[in-house]
């Protein structure tokens, strides 16, 4: 796959578009396992809930993501992206998960292709965003690191909807992970696909559960 250059300012507007709420991939409509775990009492305050993410960001499928999109964005070959793909849909520890990031994935490449005239195909969330982004010439670690905060915002976000927690604290929560966002972007920007590993069993499990919750608000 070639890739093109751009200014810096261009690709950080890229970055910032691609990673907002306002794109439209859908993100809003996924808890990533977090209804389920609120609805079991596992989360139901502001450190709470800033303990599980940051686990999920550092033990979990956080820093997994952010290697996929860090390996997708050094590939120099379509099959070496398919070989990714195909490793990142195989880490999904559940039904719901693989179908967060593969219907993630689908959209994303749709919107970017419209808007860019890229032939992106659809492949997992993280996957597809690393080739994007190679493509488009946005440097690595910004990548990593916009990407890991849409994450974070993203369950922050979902967290607000469905537990007593005001718009002002879920921003605390977002600003203590910060720091989090930006360890995990540096450690992934140097691994490879054989040190993906994880030991958030409780966020998969949640994952897990939430296919028979009802009723619920979110998909995953």
Known sequence: MATTSMNDDKALHLLISWFSPSFPIGGYCYSHGLEQVISDG????????????ADVLVAGSGRKDAILLSESWKARSDGRVM????????LSPSRERHRETMELGKAFALTVNSVLGYSLAPMAYPVVAGRAASMSGCPLPDTLRFFLHAFAAGLVSAAVR?????QTSGQCVLNALFDTCDQVADSAA???LDEIG???????????????????????
């Open 162 to 166: 469905f537990m007593p927690l005001g």
């Open 42 to 53: 596992l989360v139901g305050t502001e450190a709470e809930l800033r303990s599980w993410i």
């Open 198 to 220: 994880g030991c958030a069993f409780l966020s998969d499990i949640a994952s897990m559960k939430h296919e028979t919750m009802n009723p619920r608000i979110f998909l995953t």
């Open 190 to 192: 140097g691994a490879g």
């Open 83 to 90: 070989e990714i793909a195909r490793y990142g849909e195989a």
